[in-house]
């Protein structure tokens, strides 16, 4: 089992729909989740970070983390084209030595 | 504000030949990261320094791999000798205060090893 899990899709969504991104880590201890977002032959950039269970919103996007549950996932409000790219999830895993770890990554796709 | 510069974007080599990337952070970060990609996959920390001081180095593949942060600015990062498997995207990233406060990547090093 992956430390960091991520379906690598990808995930279509029409423009102006919801696109929901999913993310579950297997380290309990685990404290603090990031969403960097990367485009094709680009360098990930941050584009939210989650330390306590519940939601934070920030514009379109939603963190929501379930630490019970070990899930924490992203949602896009009203979908642009622009919003396609690859949607990393990282965790700084505590039984790793406090490294973050990223999973492997969910395509998404948003179709004009 | 400049952004973290690597060199060189692209590198192609044969196997069992050395080389090298270069990473300048971001002005002010203390914190600075390698990473590698490879293609569908997340990157994978290869070695975090803390001004000079090199920690979270467990993944770092000490028998051909090594990094250098003189001076607690820039770095530099070295495969010799490489292999095919090293093909990948090397990147650097930085941030200021504690380990994995936001940080910024570089456009990284594309090294192919043939």
């Known amino acids: 089992q992956k430390e960091v899990e991520q379906n690598s899709g990808p995930l279509s969504v029409p423009e102006g729909a919801i696109a929901s991104l999913n993310c579950t880590y297997s380290?309990?201890?685990?404290?603090?989740f990031f969403w960097y977002r990367q485009y094709s032959g680009k360098s990930p950039e941050l584009i939210m970070f989650?330390?306590?269970?519940g939601d934070k919103e920030d514009g379109r996007f939603t963190a929501q983390l379930n630490k019970a549950s070990q899930y924490v996932s992203l949602l896009i409000r009203d979908s642009q084209p622009s919003d396609s790219a690859t949607y990393l999830c990282?965790?700084?895993?505590?039984?790793?030595?406090?490294?973050?770890?990223f999973g492997g990554g969910t395509r998404l796709m948003v179709k004009p | 504000e400049a952004g973290v510069v690597q060199s060189p974007r692209y590198k192609i080599i044969e196997k069992k030949q050395p080389v090298a990337f270069w990473c300048n952070p971001i002005?002010?970060?203390?914190?600075l990261y390698w990473y590698l990609q490879n293609l569908g996959q997340g990157p994978e920390l290869l070695i975090r320094?803390?001004?000079?001081?090199?920690?979270?180095d467990s993944q770092l593949p000490k028998d051909r791999f090594s990094a250098e942060r003189l001076k607690g600015v820039d770095s530099t990062l070295k495969i010799q000798p490489a292999e095919l498997g090293d093909s990948a995207v090397y990147l650097c990233?930085?941030?200021?205060?504690?380990?994995?406060?936001?940080?910024?990547f570089g456009p990284g090093t594309r090294l192919t090893v043939l």
């Open positions: 990282a965790v700084i895993l505590r039984g790793a030595g406090n490294m973050l770890t």
């Open positions: 989650i330390y306590s269970n």
């Open positions: 990233a930085s941030s200021f205060g504690g380990a994995y406060n936001e940080q910024f």
């Open positions: 002005s002010g970060h203390n914190t």
């Open positions: 320094y803390e001004n000079e001081e090199a920690v979270d």
């Open positions: 380290d309990r201890g685990s404290q603090s």
